[in-house]
């Protein structure tokens, strides 16, 4: 059977995923990949050795690409259902005649591809933010490091997050694209439609969509946030820019955990996870991918943070409270 770009696209994703799933069984000879698995989720303060590594503001690299294809992805999606999924009318479109378009459910295309703006446009906010945070928040200290094999699977899961979750209508959205390019240069700019840009068309789909993304999109924002007053915290930690000077973290979530940063971004993929329904693998994967990756980052942070403060909290769990 002869595979699209789409089985491709997912099939892709499979790749990185195998090696952690495999490493959280537990037999003895999947100990190998429980040692690959750790190395690639050591970084900062952890990553002793300076082998096979980079700076950890290499960082900044994983947010452009996301922010750059992630943006790309939404503005061609967006086009594509504004033009394709709620064609323009001389009447006024009403907010019930939008909704009766996508009471069809999830197994209609156009309630797939406004859902499929309405995820890009969460990791939008996501990747923006975390951009921020990396130019402005963050000072990474000499010893910060990231193993180079961990610095090409970051690079990866932020190329591949925004095209997986576009990937339901990424075909017709080339195709469309590739039309609209077409049509430009046969007519010429001179000769091209008007563009017509109307505000409810634009936003009243997305309001219309069902309780799975809105539940979804208040479980991503409660991570969003919580992260974003870690980081804060954080980031307001180094008080000398580039010097190696570790503190012991208070506020919000680090009540209760050491890694509660990590424990926000697992939130994250929790509400994108749900405001997509919970049908597509490539979504789960996706969260997998990070729940495991971030776990792994999280055990060792919480063992050298009791190891380095003999006062350290004691009560604090890893990145799950009350749990692990």
């Not at 700076?55 to 750059?68: D, E, K, N, S």
């Not at 017709?172 to 091209?192: S, T």
């Not at 789909?205 to 946030?225: D, E, N, R, T």
């Amino acid at each position: 059977m002869e595979l699209d770009r789409v089985s491709l696209l997912r099939l892709a994703w499979t790749a990185p995923i195998v090696p952690i799933v495999l490493a959280l069984l537990p037999f003895p000879f999947l100990g190998f990949f429980r040692r690959l698995v750790k190395e690639f989720a050591v970084r900062g303060k952890l990553k002793g050795s300076t082998r096979f590594t980079v700076p950890q503001r290499y960082f900044l690299h994983f947010y452009i690409m996301a922010v750059i294809l992630t943006t790309c992805l939404l503005i061609s999606t967006w086009s594509y259902a504004y033009a394709e999924m709620t064609p323009l009318s001389s009447e006024p479109r009403s907010y019930s005649t939008i909704t009766s378009q996508l009471i069809g459910g999830s197994n209609t295309f156009s309630f797939k591809v406004w859902q499929t703006v309405f995820l890009l446009l969460l990791l939008e906010i996501q990747a923006v933010r975390r951009l921020h945070e990396t130019l402005n928040v963050f000072h990474y200290g000499p010893s910060a490091r990231l193993h180079i094999m961990g610095y090409f699977t970051g690079f990866f899961f932020y190329v591949m997050a925004p095209l997986t979750l576009a990937s339901p209508c990424i075909k017709e959205v080339v195709n469309f694209l590739r039309a609209q390019i077409a049509e430009f240069i046969v007519k010429g700019k001179d000769k091209m439609p008007d563009l017509r840009i109307d505000p409810p068309g634009l936003v009243n789909p997305l309001l219309s969509l069902g309780w799975c993304q809105w539940v979804g999109a208040a479980i991503f924002f409660l991570g969003w946030v919580h992260q974003f007053r870690c980081h804060s915290i954080l980031g307001s930690l180094r008080k000398n820019k580039g010097a190696d000077e570790y503190i012991i973290p208070y506020g919000d979530w680090f009540k209760y955990v050491s890694c509660p940063h990590f424990f926000a971004e697992i939130v994250i993929y929790v509400g994108i996870l749900v405001a997509s329904g919970g049908y597509d693998i490539t979504v789960w994967l996706l969260l997998i991918f990070v729940a495991a990756n971030l776990s792994f980052a999280a055990a060792d942070t919480h063992r050298w943070y009791k190891q380095k403060f003999e006062d350290y909290p004691r009560t604090r769990r890893a990145i799950i409270p009350f749990i692990y």
